[in-house]
């Protein structure tokens, strides 16, 4: 075992939660492995004393009528009660809050999680908050992984990780998952975050992580031979050190020539302003 | 009846005619077991070599790696080479496997006995089912030959785009499904036909052994589920070799160039398609296992079954709503509240019909007589594991316990789990329960019961570590952890996996141990053929219509056609001299 450059000791059993909605996701799979525990259990020694008792022996004759206790009904009736106890209770809930009740977008950073064969590459929307928008025909793995419309003024200040994902803690993240290829799945285990890459779909999935640290992003969609080397990082730093994180990046498609450029800039706005 | 007019006065058939291209459903029946346990046999050899990359991930594999100078270059497995095996274990196990087994076997040499017919309703349409089958299979099966690319290797369930862009192993497991689907439909429709038709005088729906019902539901799902897939499956083969995109999205990126594709395509679509089927196909595998082990059970317990007309009723509801679950699959895809609430309650709903089921069967057991032979032995294993198996589903079921556990090896636990120690098992109490009915004598009990307690042991140290590792967030289809790039060790790269990588040695080690027990069947099935202890017409002492033919039964089955004058499971019926009261046989009035 190499050296633990990781912040979690792990061990066997569900894995340290660092999100704020994962710990109702802990509890319902803990009641729900109690509950099956308790059922497979029982049940069992209910079989284990038939199959001791009804041996086939000398002297011993099978009935021809069966039991009658009520016993089966009445546990078939609890097991429904306790299913819709499930659904109600706890599932709904917590499925309505991870799809339902996305953060306020004045609140939260806004990334987009673009995969491919086999990396993860982040998109940034910079100060303004905008994505550049994005042409696949200007996909260039190592200049512009995510075919970036540098031309354009929303482009300006973004900027894309490849394979780590920096974001806040305690700040809503809202991330729009997609892909370029094939089927990704975009898992972070520890922040109890799962949501399919879909070329040609965007799905959002949104997250408040709750502790400083690095942990693990995970494909969890087969997509090809490099699928399990298709590994990513979510650094989780403190809001001002994630800030000054953001702050310090390189701007890859800043204009060069100030004046003109900045001068572009401003029109823009202004007609955007003019026509909203 | 032309066909026991053929048995008694007929010309005689050539070895030809008898054996190879035989309309004889007896012999289609064994000719689809055996070439189904050739088949489990050999996907299951594939997993074994797939357990050795996971418990010693790029370490050569001695003596059997120079076997497969292309997938194992040197010994050392490449992760091509583990996608092929993995998508065609899952493949094989399945569609040339276990369906085969319990439908194409079972369902063909049992449901025309048990019904008191002479042959199915279509004799040569069930020998053009077994030839599709078998065609599909070996063309599946030579895709492994191939010298560009291999077998298939997008998983079992070929999601698009990955499989569009796979390389031609894909076109022949298309090729090869679209075949086994054909297959599939000709055998469920010849089932539905036989079982309405072909019931002897007296044998009304509700005096049929409970197998009969069980594959009578199982052929709907067949006929009606199967056809989505069948055309998934063309659209899919259209996607690769005509230029469609169906499943495509416009502006894919392969690489740095935008794929030459029309696009505007779901790659969802494909999802929901296929999820169409292969949700009632898990209905398919489990309920003829179901049936076969209630006519085992009912027979050695010496009772009757507890809630006949129950069981009947929680198949045929198990049926239906098997066609009302299949996005279950699908929640991490991105679906929203209304589908996965809508699909959360189905799932929920159709647990009673399976809690019913067990209820029934382990109910039967208060009050009887149980005789431990070999069958009755599996057949009893198959509830607790079959059990385990439907309590590992609701986590799974349920979309926000999913979010966590989806993907992992909590799933391939909770599927073998009703597959292999479930599904499996009772297929192995049916091999032995019915052999001797096939072949005049019975298999060692001694290397009968060797091969149970062998198998049962070692198959929970094979799926139960794996319902950890699930807990524990070990993804599935990782082959290994990368040799470069930010580190060398699991611990760097999924750190999270890394403490429970010795499972993985664990489960790969009894797998193995698992594999060696069943070289104890397959000599005790073929020996057994030699050396096996002579047996009667009624060796199990059982009621039902099957055992009322001369063993092994001729070409048109009884001598006379039987009339039915009772239910299937009379058993230590009061004031009767024996303790099973068979079928045909007429109640002495009192």
Redesign the interface.
Known sequence: ??????D?A??????PNWSEHGA???Q??KI??I??IV??VS??I??LY??IK????PG????????TSKL?KY??IG??LF??F??VG???P???R???QKPDAEKALHVRVVA?AFQWNIHYPGEDGKFGPTR??L???AFNPL?IDKTHPDSYDDFWSVGTMNVPKGVPVVAD?TS????H?F?I??L?????A????V?PVWFTATKTGKI?I????????????M?GRVQIQEPEEFKKWMAEKKRPFKPKEKKSENANLDIDKVTEGASS | MSHEHDSHHGHELSFIQKYVFSVDHKVIGIQYGITALTFLFFGFVLMMLMRWQLAYPDQPMPIVGSLFPNGMPNGLMTGDFYNELGAMHGTIMIFLGVVPLGVGAFGNYLVPLQVGAPDMAFPKMNAASYWTYLTGGLIMFSSFFLAEGGAAQSGWTSYPPLSVMAGQGQTFWLFGMVMLITSSLLGSVNIIVTIVQLRVPGLSFFKLPFHVWAQFVTSFLLLLAFPPLEAAGVLQLMDRLAGTSFFLPSGLVMGESVMDVAGGGNVVLYQHLFWFLAHPEVYVLILPAIGLITEIIATNTRKPLYGYKTIIYAAIFLGFMSFLVWAHHMFMTGMGTVMSDFFQVTTMIISVPSVVILTVLIITLWGGSIRYNVPMCFALAFLPMFAIGGLTGLPLGLSASDIYLHDTYYVIGHFHYVVAPGTLFALFAAVYHWYPKAVGRKMSSFWGKVHFWGSLISINFVFFPMLLQGITHLNRRMYNYPLTGEGTTLWDIYPHSASIQYLNEVISIAAWVLGAFQLVFIFNFFLSIKFGKKVNDNPWEATTLEWATPTPPPHGNFLTEPTVYRGPYEYSVPGEKEDFSPQHIEPKPA
């Not at chain 1, 792990?10 to 894995?15: I, P, Q």
């Not at chain 1, 011993?60 to 039991?67: I, L, P």
């Not at chain 1, 109890?192 to 399919?196: F, I, N, P, S």
Request: glycine share 8%; net charge positive; aromatic share 12%.
């Open positions: 075992m190499g050296e633990n450059k990781f979690i792990y061990g066997v059993g569900l894995l109702a996701i802990d319902l799979i729900l492995h509950f099956m059922l497979f049940w069992g209910f079989l038939c199959l009804f041996r086939s022996r011993h004759k099978a009935s021809y009528q069966s039991a089966p546990a078939e097991v429904v299913e819709t499930l659904l706890l599932s709904f917590i499925w309505s991870y799809r339902l491919q696949p025909e996909v260039n793995n075919g998952i370029k290829d094939v089927i799945s898992a285990p520890v109890r975050v799962k949501q399919d879909n070329p040609g779909l799905t693990s995970v494909c969890s969609q087969l997509c090809g031979n490099g699928h399990s080397r590994f």
